[in-house]
Each structure stands twice: as C-alpha cells, then as structure tokens.
C-alpha cells in the first residue's frame, strides 16, 4: 500500500508541475485529493487493515496531501508569475519604432496676409482695434456721414437683421468707435475684419470678404500723409516694384476721396478676363476724413485732420499669390488650402 502511495505521489507532483493553468492545477488538485481520489479510497477502506497499518498508512497518506498541497500552491505562484510575465510581453513597447504621423493643419492664406499686414502697420506705429459684425446703422452709416435717405446707401447693399442691425458691409464702423472711444486724442490705428454685402459672386467679388482698415487723426495730416503710408505699405507687401495708382472717388465719409488700384498680377497691366481688360485691380478706398464725421464723433475738424482707408484683404491676398478666382478662399478644397 505504501508503494502504492509512493507512485501516486510521484505521479501527482509530476501532473502538478506540468499544469499550464488555474483550471488544469484545480482540475489536478481535484484528481489527486478530492472525494474519489485514490486516497480517499483508501482512506476509506481503513478498516481493513490492523492497528500497525493503519498508523502507517494514515501517516504516509498525511505526508502524501501535505506534499500535493504545496506542490499545488507553488505551481499556483508559477502560473502566476508566468501570466504576468505574459502580459508585460504583450504590452511591451518598441520605443524605437517610427512614430504615428498626424497631419498638421496650416494658417489660411487670408490670416497670413492679415498677420503680415499687421506686422508692417506694427512696423508703422499703428495699434490695432476690433468692432463688431453684427453693427448698428448708427454706427455703420450715420456716424460715416450717410443719413438714412442718402442715396450712397445703395452703393452697399445690406443684409439687414432688424430695422437698427445689420451684417457690416465695411469696417468703417470700427472708426466711429474708436473716435468716440480716443475721446479727442490722436489715433493711429488698423482694424480687421469680416464684412458682408449682398453682392453677387464672381471671380473678384463675394457676399463675404474681409477688409483692414486704417485711420490716423492728429493735427496737420495730409493726403501725402496717406499717399506716403500706402505706398509704403504696397511696396512691403507686394515688393517694391509693385505700380500703385491712385484714383479720383467719392465715398461719403471722405473728401477728398480716392480708389486705389493696383497693376493686374495675371497680365502685368495688358487687360485680362481677371482685370475685366483694364489692367489694374482695384484693392482699396481711402480719403481725407469727412469734417462731418470728426464732428460727430468729438473731433473739430478746424483743428484736426485725418485719413482713412479700407483694404479689400482678399484682393491683396489673390494680387500676393497669384489666385485668380476669389471663391477659392472659401469653397476649402483642400487641394488649394494646402498650397499655402
Ligand atoms: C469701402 O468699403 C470703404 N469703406 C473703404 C473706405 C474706407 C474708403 C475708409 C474711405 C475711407 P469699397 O466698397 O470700395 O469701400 O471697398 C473697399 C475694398 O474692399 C475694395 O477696394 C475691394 O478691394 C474690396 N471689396 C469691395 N467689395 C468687394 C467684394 N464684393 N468682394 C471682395 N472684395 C471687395
């Protein structure tokens, strides 16, 4: 009985060691120490055998659970450790490895060309001012000298939100704003931003498009003050040997007032579809400050003098790179976003 025993015990140390997992060990355990193990049958079956027997048997079968047992309880810390060790393995990372690419996204052309506008007006002592797009007429038209029954009202064409808001079609509202703000101090200032017309669309216009306009009130300013600036300004931005021309107009809130146009980058000044077969792009609007507008934002214009303009951003942005459709801004193909 006892070889019996001895073989039984060499069997399930060895079964025990080979178990690859909790199961496996749980089903051995089960095999060699549960209820219809061979132990338990001859435990069972005691009563058989003599005193003498009996007290070597109960003892061998003794050592025999006491060795399954720790046999079971070392092989459970090995799977253990093996299935952690498994895990690392699995999640182990190869710091060498090339890393995701992730596709960088890229200013749009408009912002560059109003960040590199800003940097010269910087460069000229101008600071820059915001107003809103959501504007009130007040602001809009009456304080730029256009009273509800003024007929320049039809040059802009407005989408109207309420009798007294509207959509800005300029940033000239931005000047009224800051002179009532500047309180009858001199003011040098640049103001982007988004303006909206009920324009109908074509290859240089949109319903949407972006000015910056300038303003500078002080004493003694004059149309030459403004010639200098802009000439400065075109020469910086679009190279020095870019020809500027400077037209006789009229807008309400300007005398005198001029149109700005710049030689067509597409046939150098010949006429083209593009330059509708002129020769020049028309890029902005500028005059001397009307006196009634000083006036009624708190400056006397007896004393103080001042020029303003509004930039069509777009039309510099397509002049700097050549583009020669104005809907490219804002159809985002990628295909053309990505150029810049
Ligand atoms: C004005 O908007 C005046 N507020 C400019 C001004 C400011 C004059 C200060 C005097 C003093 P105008 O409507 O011409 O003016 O527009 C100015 C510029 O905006 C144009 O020269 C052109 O470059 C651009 N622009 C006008 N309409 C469009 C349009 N539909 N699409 C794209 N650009 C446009």
């Given at each position: 009985m006892i070889n019996v025993i001895n073989d039984l015990e060499v069997r399930a140390l060895e079964k025990i060691s080979q178990a690859k997992n909790v199961n496996e060990l749980n089903e051995t355990k089960a095999e060699f120490l549960g209820k219809k193990s061979p132990v338990s049958e001859i435990m069972g079956k005691m009563r058989e055998f003599s005193v003498e027997q009996k007290k070597e048997i109960g003892g061998r079968v003794n050592q025999f659970k006491v060795a399954v047992e720790a046999a079971v309880l070392k092989r459970l810390e090995e799977i253990k450790e093996e299935e952690v060790n498994k895990k690392l393995a699995s999640e182990e990372i190869d710091v060498t490895l090339p890393g995701k690419k992730f596709s960088k996204g890229s200013l749009h052309v408009?912002?560059?060309?109003?960040?590199?506008?800003?940097?010269?007006?910087?460069?000229?002592?101008?600071?820059?001012?915001?107003?809103?797009?959501?504007?009130?007429?007040?602001?809009?038209?009456?304080?730029?000298?256009?009273?509800?029954?003024?007929p320049a009202r039809d040059m802009q064409d407005t989408f109207y939100i309420t009798e007294t808001n509207l959509m800005r079609t300029h940033t000239s509202p931005v000047q009224a704003r800051v002179m009532l703000e500047a309180k009858g101090k001199?003011?040098?200032?640049?103001?982007?931003?988004?303006?909206?017309?009920?324009d109908n669309d074509d290859a240089t216009h949109s319903h949407q498009f972006m000015q910056i306009e300038g303003l500078v009130v002080d004493t003694n300013i004059t149309m030459a003050d403004l010639k200098g600036a802009l000439t400065q300004?075109?020469?910086?931005?679009?190279?020095?040997?870019?020809?500027?021309?400077?037209?006789?107009?009229?807008?309400?809130?300007?005398?005198?007032?001029?149109?700005?146009?710049?030689?067509?980058?597409?046939?150098?000044?010949?006429?083209?579809?593009?330059?509708?077969?002129?020769?020049?792009?028309?890029?902005?609007?500028?005059?001397?400050?009307?006196?009634?507008?000083?006036?009624?934002?708190?400056?006397?214009?007896?004393?103080?003098?001042?020029?303003?303009?509004?930039?069509?951003?777009?039309r510099i942005t397509m002049l700097k790179y050549g583009i020669d459709d104005i809907r490219n801004f804002y159809t985002n193909d990628p295909r053309f976003i990505k150029q810049f």
């Open positions: 408009l912002t560059k060309t109003i960040e590199e506008l800003e940097d010269i007006f910087i460069g000229m002592g101008y600071q820059i001012a915001e107003g809103p797009e959501v504007e009130e007429d007040l602001y809009n038209f009456e304080m730029m000298n256009l009273p509800k029954d003024h001199p003011i040098k200032v640049v103001c982007p931003g988004k303006v909206y017309r009920r300004v075109f020469s910086k931005i679009l190279g020095e040997n870019t020809k500027v021309r400077f037209r006789p107009s009229y807008f309400p809130f300007t005398e005198p007032s001029v149109e700005v146009d710049v030689t067509c980058f597409k046939c150098g000044g010949k006429g083209c579809p593009l330059c509708k077969g002129n020769g020049w792009i028309e890029v902005l609007g500028a005059g001397m400050v009307h006196p009634n507008v000083l006036r009624m934002a708190g400056y006397d214009p007896l004393k103080y003098q001042g020029f303003a303009f509004g930039i069509g951003i777009e």
